[in-house]
T-cell receptor, first 112, second 110 residues
Framework: KAGVTQTPRYLIKTRGQQVTLSCSPISGHRSVSWYQQTPGQGLQFLFE???????NKGNFPGRFSGRQFSNSRSEMNVSTLELGDSALYLC???????????FGSGTRLTVV | AQSVTQPDIHITVSEGASLELRCNYSYGATPYLFWYVQSPGQGLQLLLKYFSGDTLVQGIKGFEAEFKRSQSSFNLRKPSVHWSDAAEYFCAHTGVELSFGAGTTVTVRA
């Protein structure tokens, strides 16, 4: 079966711009979570969506937002990009009641 | 606060030798524990998970982990390492969300 698909794989943006990343979960998985990975901070939880509702949120500023569509696909948006937002952004999906998270290959965002 | 700690930042092991990666958790109830592996520039692949029951868990790629409540540990082991096992390994637990340790980078020398 198809895995978790994240697009695009690589992205270069300028400070102050905004960016939207996309995640298509495994079919049947209604929970989608987003993580930021940086060398300094490691893997940090951004937010989780389930049935189009944000269920949990990590400790990130309001510039980071997300949404989930009725087909469970999710997007995250970062506005007013800062250099420190350069990171690998990972999406994970799981079936409700099952804690087997499956991760996508990530989107590498570089802010210049 | 709930957390997992990976004491070793970097481990170098010879091909064919055994490997053990340490993970300690801090949690009141029995946690759900995971080990993930990440190759450079890639996402995370689940190696194995522990929810309850048998404390020795078998995973993919020949890995296993043992849950020891008395030591608050969930160490990952592999009897004989292959060059393809060179990667970064993350221990994680889930409460509200999946929380990761800082990771251990494994280098395999010929």
């Amino acid at each position: 079966k198809a895995g978790v698909t994240q697009t695009p794989r690589y992205l270069i943006k300028t400070r102050g711009q905004q960016v939207t990343l996309s995640c298509s979960p495994i079919s049947g998985h209604r929970s989608v979570s987003w993580y930021q990975q940086t060398p300094g901070q490691g893997l940090q939880f951004l937010f989780e969506y389930f049935s189009e509702t944000q269920r949990n949120k990590g400790n990130f500023p309001g510039r980071f937002s997300g949404r989930q569509f009725s087909n469970s696909r999710s997007e995250m948006n970062v506005s007013t990009l800062e250099l420190g937002d350069s990171a690998l952004y990972l999406c994970a999906s799981r079936r409700e009641g099952n804690y087997g998270y499956t991760f996508g290959s990530g989107t590498r965002l570089t802010v210049v | 606060a709930q957390s997992v700690t990976q004491p070793d930042i970097h481990i170098t092991v010879s091909e064919g030798a055994s490997l053990e990666l340490r993970c300690n958790y801090s949690y009141g109830a029995t946690p759900y524990l995971f080990w993930y592996v990440q190759s450079p520039g890639q996402g995370l692949q689940l190696l194995l998970k522990y929810f309850s029951g048998d404390t020795l868990v078998q995973g993919i790629k020949g890995f296993e982990a043992e849950f020891k409540r008395s030591q608050s540990s969930f160490n990952l082991r592999k009897p004989s390492v292959h060059w393809s096992d060179a990667a970064e390994y993350f221990c994680a637990h889930t409460g509200v969300e999946l929380s990761f340790g800082a990771g251990t980078t494994v280098t395999v020398r010929a």
